[in-house]
């Protein structure tokens, strides 16, 4: 979230203790970065230091930083969360370098190396590290640059941040995982690095939803693959009964039904008291409905109203082929 300047405290709301050194330049012309910085200072009621050894780059890249800082809540929030939330590496150095605290939290209990994370900003995440950050530190959701990262995708954050000892296993107050929160956005070279680092491919949420679940009804067919490959159980159910197979089903993603049937999972009634045929008949997808019946479904199975699948559609072609496979196994 910012840059170069050495804001070392938090810009709170009711804080009369504000501090910070705004960089010096030799020439101020009116409207210029440095005369905007000088401004902000002054409104701000912050304090003014000239280091003259600064080039007059580093204090453009502060206004900008300061510029930034407006798309942020105050609760809180410091100049080197800024620089890191933008990935101003210069900035964050110099912050750094005048004794910006790097662990300090906002309200929401986020750190710059969170914003560093959630953004992507490798350099800025290993340079935060060489100076002490912690991956301990949570939001109030549970939050930590871990999860961040998997959320966002960035694998090569995810590396780094592995390296230096993040908890894999590290969960959201709702119980979501590293793991979860790459296979929910679809991010497949995180899922492979978080899996080769000991992350557990079935561990679920507090709903029940496990990794797998959440990549099917997502439609990510290569996630499932890999997951099924590396011990996903095909038939893990959530609280409210339904299965990935299903989800996929319902939603007509061929390719994430075509994975799961390689693993053979069930396809009778489940807990909730129906079918995945049952889904994909009332998902239209005529697709889905072949692929399920090809792999033996059963469409005189009814569901937990006493309804067979055939009764759940007016789609002339998903209904011949119902009709079809009743009349073959029959035969």
Not at 122 to 148: I, P
Request: with cysteine; glycine share 8%.
């Amino acid at each position: 979230m910012s840059r170069c300047c050495d804001v070392q405290n938090v810009f709170q709301e009711g804080n009369t203790a504000r501090k910070c050194c705004i960089l010096g330049c030799k020439e101020r012309k009116p409207g210029s970065s440095s005369a905007v910085v000088e401004q902000w200072a002054s409104r701000c009621g912050l304090q003014r230091q000239r280091r003259p050894s600064i080039h007059a780059c580093q204090e453009h890249m502060l206004y900008i930083t300061l510029h930034s800082f407006k798309h942020f809540t105050t609760l809180g929030t410091t100049a080197l969360m800024v620089a890191s939330h933008y990935g101003h590496i210069e900035c964050v150095r110099e912050l750094v370098l005048q004794g910006a605290d790097i662990n300090l939290q906002r309200e929401s209990g986020t750190t710059a190396l969170f914003f560093a994370a959630q953004q992507g900003h490798n350099d800025v995440v290993r340079f935060l590290f060489e100076f002490g950050a912690s991956t301990e530190f949570r939001t109030k959701d549970g939050g930590t640059a871990l999860l961040a990262a998997c959320q966002y995708g960035h694998t090569r954050v995810v590396e780094t941040l592995l390296k230096h000892g993040a908890n894999i296993h590290d969960q959201l107050c709702d119980g979501a995982t590293a793991l979860f929160l790459a296979a929910q956005g679809g991010y497949l070279d995180v899922i492979r690095l978080l899996l080769s680092s000991g992350a557990k491919v079935n561990q679920p949420r507090q709903d029940g939803t496990a990794p797998l679940w959440i990549a099917s009804q997502m439609g990510h067919s290569e996630i499932v693959r890999v997951m099924l490959l590396r011990g996903a159980d095909r038939d893990a159910t959530r609280n409210d009964g339904t299965t990935a197979l299903l989800k996929a089903a319902n939603k007509g993603y061929h390719d994430v039904i075509e994975e799961l049937l390689k693993f053979s999972p069930a396809l009778g009634l489940l807990k909730n008291g129906t079918s995945a045929l049952h889904a994909a008949v009332l998902g239209g997808n005529i697709k889905a409905v072949a692929l399920l019946l090809e792999a033996g479904a059963d469409p005189s199975l009814k569901n937990k109203a006493n309804e067979l699948p055939a009764e759940l559609t007016q789609n002339e072609r998903i209904l011949r082929l119902l009709r079809a496979k009743e009349k073959h196994r029959k035969s």
